[in-house]
């Protein structure tokens, strides 16, 4: 009973950051087509603000509220990545819909420049200029709507960019000199200390579950709750489905299908933020903290089905559960008397390397009789 | 007419001589470090080939031809270390001392008879590739699916290359440059030289082969399969076992280049196997010019050489600017340099710059506006 509870709890406790890391790819590909290669790296900037959050937390004015760091950083990590995100639908991906190799090629470069980008510059000025662009992005909606129409409204729309622009570089600035940790560029990986509520674990049953895994799995729960509840409840969540659905209908119908691409970016590359908080809490940050999880990620996407979350959510946890089973060479201890050379395979794939190969293989056996995942889109289309 | 075929013949016939005589004198002329460089540089150019086909012919993006390249490696390097493991006690190769195995696993058996070994350079990577080929067209997934499926079989091998010490050295890997062939160092800047040459010719042959598979009319049909699957299928023809074939001959390929550049630079590991390799192949062929053949030979020595000069001069740079590379070729040139030099884009560049007469499509529209068109 305690072996299939630890075994139950190691799967999902997998399965979840497979599930939050992959919900935001399963939400871009799934709904706009588009292979996003660098999400990966959208998951290490959240990462890195994770990162950043805590420093800035550890100065006097803030150390009271240490404690709290984790959700003031998801709620960073979202915007950072969604930023980013937004900035490289607006610049890159929007030339490229409709041709998803190209997409492809596009995003892993995007992924190498951010990869180098955390590498030789410093911290700071990334957060700079992710600032500057989010005052960019924003305060078109605050200015009155007046003063951007004409010819008037290109001036306003540069004076408010230059604005930005000096709101990110004062806030580098500000942030270089109060930590100077930030202010030096450095490829060495970081460390983020979980704040003491979150070291240790709980015992239950006579099993341990160590807290970090359970927050993760509390985070999981809840963006995929909040993204069900967005997508089929919430009007934009509508506007997404439909067009989804049928592009150039829901174009006809008045559905703003640039915005609605706009949002769908950015709300997948936020949730590559959050996922990039649930890594930092099992292990040190690096630029290539990213990449490690992007290929098991579409493998989730993959085996689920496309344009499906309860398929995004099935197949990142039964992963994840078989990984831990085959990983952990489970199978042996909960039926100790196998035959020997039944025995001697399971002990042979018993490590976290061997137990990918064989979910890999796992995995094609079952696209064979499933090509379209678990719960493949219904409808006329022949050929997606 | 007949001035200009003749005098393009003799245009051809002048480069092939020039080529030929840049081959044979270059290890004169080269110091060996740059000799070795260009050498590898050659070998990838296979593996490009072999992206082409697949990729800039028959739409096919594979992210996983390392597999095949370090497959084709790995058969070169464990003939090499069986060849001059014979002195050494028990007669196996010395890294097998380090995880106390005793017997030679029953892999490495045939891998004493060098024929089997030339066989098995192009032949098991060609096989591997087939089976994966097979299994993933014949449910008709294509497009990016099969990227990531290729990716993530890409990852599996390394995952098991990188995790079997005992089989074959794990992530160290099996080093070449130490062993001996024809009784001479494989590292030796004599044999070095020969590789050199070796590899020339085999990117000829390989672009030759190339050709003629693209020029015939198995190569119309991967065009077709490129620009419209469902309609080819419609007319009778069976996409999967194209799609396999050339898949499995893209595999042979990138097997030969991994040997060739697995004797060149002294080591095969699992390092062959990493993601980013992979689609660096990629992005050589998209750089040439995809689609073609010798786009992507040019591409390939050309990335590369300018790989090596940057990151002497300024290591961190290089990231950024195949990062650039990437995105401005997908935006910017789709058609890759050598493709764009071959349509009308210089002359339109020309032209929008002012300099020379703009293209008009139809001419004879412009000339006389009266008289009928026959499109």
């Known amino acids: 009973m305690e072996l299939i509870l630890e075994c139950l709890f190691n799967g999902v406790a997998i399965g979840s950051v497979l599930l939050v890391a992959a919900l935001g790819l399963a939400i871009v ?42 959700i003031v950083a998801l709620v960073v990590a979202f915007i950072v990545s969604a930023v980013v995100g937004i900035l490289l639908e607006r610049s890159v991906i929007r030339r490229l819909y409709g041709s998803p190799l190209e997409t492809l090629l596009a995003t892993w470069g995007v992924s190498l420049i951010l990869q180098q980008f955390v590498r030789s510059v410093p911290l700071a000025y990334g957060a700079g200029l992710v600032l500057s662009l989010l005052v960019g992005f924003i305060s078109p909606f605050l200015l009155p709507q007046k003063l951007l129409e004409g010819s008037r409204g290109r001036l306003v729309r540069a004076a408010s960019w230059a604005f930005s622009a000096l709101v990110g570089v004062l806030g580098a600035g500000g ?28 015992d239950l049953w006579g099993v341990t579950f160590p807290i970090p895994r359970l927050v993760i799995i509390v985070i999981t729960f809840i963006a995929v709750l909040g993204i069900t509840w967005f997508l089929n409840r919430s009007v934009w969540g509508m ?8 592009r150039s209908m829901s174009d006809c119908l008045g559905i703003s299908t640039e915005r609605v691409d706009v949002l769908t970016f950015g709300i997948g590359s936020g949730l590559a933020g959050v996922a990039g908080v649930a890594v930092s809490l099992l292990g040190s940050v690096g630029p290539n903290v990213g990449a490690s999880y992007i290929v098991g990620c579409f493998m989730v996407v993959v085996l689920g089905g496309v344009g499906n979350l309860l398929g995004t959510v099935l197949a990142s946890f039964s992963i994840g559960i078989m990984t831990d089973l085959i990983g952990a060479g489970r199978l042996l201890s909960i039926w100790p008397d196998m035959p020997t050379p039944l025995a001697s395979a399971v002990d042979f794939f018993a490590t976290t390397s061997m137990a990918r190969v064989l979910v890999f293989a796992l995995i094609v056996v079952f696209l064979q009789f499933r090509p379209a995942g678990l719960f493949p889109q219904k409808g006329r289309m022949v050929e997606a | 007419m007949k001035g200009t075929k003749q005098f393009r013949r003799w245009l051809t016939l002048l480069l092939w001589i020039v080529i030929l005589a840049a081959i044979i004198a270059a290890p004169f002329v080269l110091p060996v470090f740059r000799l070795n460089l260009l050498g590898r540089y050659l070998s990838l150019a296979i593996v490009a080939l072999g992206v082409d086909l697949i990729w800039g012919y028959t739409g096919l993006l594979s992210l996983g031809q390392g597999i095949f390249f370090a497959l084709g490696g790995y058969c070169a390097a464990m003939y090499l270390q069986l060849n001059s493991a014979s002195e050494l006690p028990n007669g196996i190769p010395e890294f097998f001392g380090l995880y106390g195995v005793k017997n030679l696993p029953f892999f490495w058996e045939p891998f004493n ?6 066989i098995a350079i192009w032949l098991l990577p060609g096989v591997v590739a087939a089976m994966l080929g097979f299994l993933v067209f014949r449910n008709r997934i294509k497009g990016v699916y099969f990227s990531i ?17 005992k089989l074959i050295n794990g992530t160290n890997g099996l080093k070449t440059d130490v062993t001996q062939l024809f009784g001479q160092m494989v590292g030796s800047p004599s044999m070095q030289r020969c590789f ?5 010719l085999l990117v000829i042959l390989a672009w030759l082969f190339s050709r003629w598979i693209v020029r015939d009319r198995f190569g119309h049909v991967l065009v077709g399969i490129r620009d419209d699957e469902p309609r080819l299928r419609f007319t009778g023809y069976n996409p999967t076992l194209f799609k396999t074939i050339i898949f499995a001959i893209a595999g042979g390929l990138a097997g030969i280049s991994g040997a060739l550049y697995t004797v060149q630079s002294g080591i095969v590991s699992p390092q062959f196997m990493t993601v980013p390799f992979s689609i660096e192949m990629v992005i050589w062929v998209a750089v040439g010019g995809r689609g073609t053949l010798l786009g992507a030979i040019i591409g390939a020595v050309f990335i590369n050489y300018a790989k090596s000069l940057v990151s002497e001069a300024l290591p961190a740079s290089w990231m950024f600017i195949q990062g650039g590379l990437f995105i401005l070729v997908v935006t910017a040139l789709p058609e890759g340099v050598l493709g764009w030099l071959q349509s009308e884009g210089p002359r339109n560049l020309l032209s929008r710059l002012g300099i020379a007469r703009p293209i008009s499509t139809y001419p004879s529209l412009e000339i006389d506006g009266k008289k009928e068109i026959n499109l």
Request: charge should be positive.
């Open chain 1, 29 to 70: 590909f799934g709904l706009m087509g588009v292979i996003n290669l660098a999400h990966g790296e959208l998951m290490m900037l959240g990462a890195y603000s994770t990162y950043v959050t805590q420093l800035i937390f550890k100065l006097p004015a803030l150390k009271p509220f240490y404690n709290a760091y984790v």
């Open chain 1, 175 to 202: 942030l270089g000199s109060l930590v100077s940790r930030l202010g030096r560029a450095s490829a060495r990986n970081v460390d983020v200390t979980a704040p003491s509520w979150m070291r240790g674990g709980i």
């Open chain 1, 239 to 246: 506007r997404i489905r439909a067009v989804t659905q049928n």
């Open chain 2, 113 to 118: 008879s060098p024929l089997f070994t030339t």
């Open chain 2, 149 to 165: 499926l290729t990716q993530a079989a890409l990852l599996v091998f390394f995952n098991f290359f990188n995790g079997q010490q």
């Open chain 2, 196 to 200: 050199f040459w070796l590899t020339a």
